[in-house]
């Protein structure tokens, strides 16, 4: 794996363990969109096909922090149908859904612009 890979890959795991595999805004049980089976010690005995697809969220937009904001802090775990593309609103108009705001968002996963900022310092 190069090092891009590497940290985008460990980024994903750390959000979607941190948030056991669900949909932080609809809470509905997914797995990794790119594929992997980590999802299936949170979800034992749900049928793996009625698993919703999951997106790693970047909160704040990866060019706005020091390096790319590829931390937990500011990563939400949201399913690929649904919820991602309202959050995806704030950053294409730069208005937000109803209840999909960045702050929103940081709240659901009890982070800040602050945290996620200072994480992506140290890590980087
Ligand atoms: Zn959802």
Do not use: W
């Not at 992997?36 to 706005?64: C, F, Q, S």
């Amino acid at each position: 794996m190069s090092g891009k890979k590497q940290v985008r890959s460990a980024f994903r795991a750390a959000v979607f363990t941190r948030d056991r595999f669900r949909c932080v805004m609809c809470g509905k049980p997914g797995k990794d969109r790119q594929g992997g089976d980590a999802h299936r010690k949170y979800h034992a005995g749900i049928p793996v096909e009625t698993l919703v697809p999951l997106d790693a969220h970047h909160i704040t937009n990866r060019n706005e922090l020091p390096n790319g904001g590829y931390v937990a802090e500011n990563g939400i775990s949201l399913c690929d149908d649904g919820c991602h593309l309202l959050a995806e609103v704030f950053h294409q108009t730069g208005i937000s859904h109803p209840g999909f705001s960045p702050d929103e968002l940081y709240s659901k996963i009890g982070s800040s612009v602050e945290e996620a900022r200072r994480a992506d310092s140290v890590d980087g």
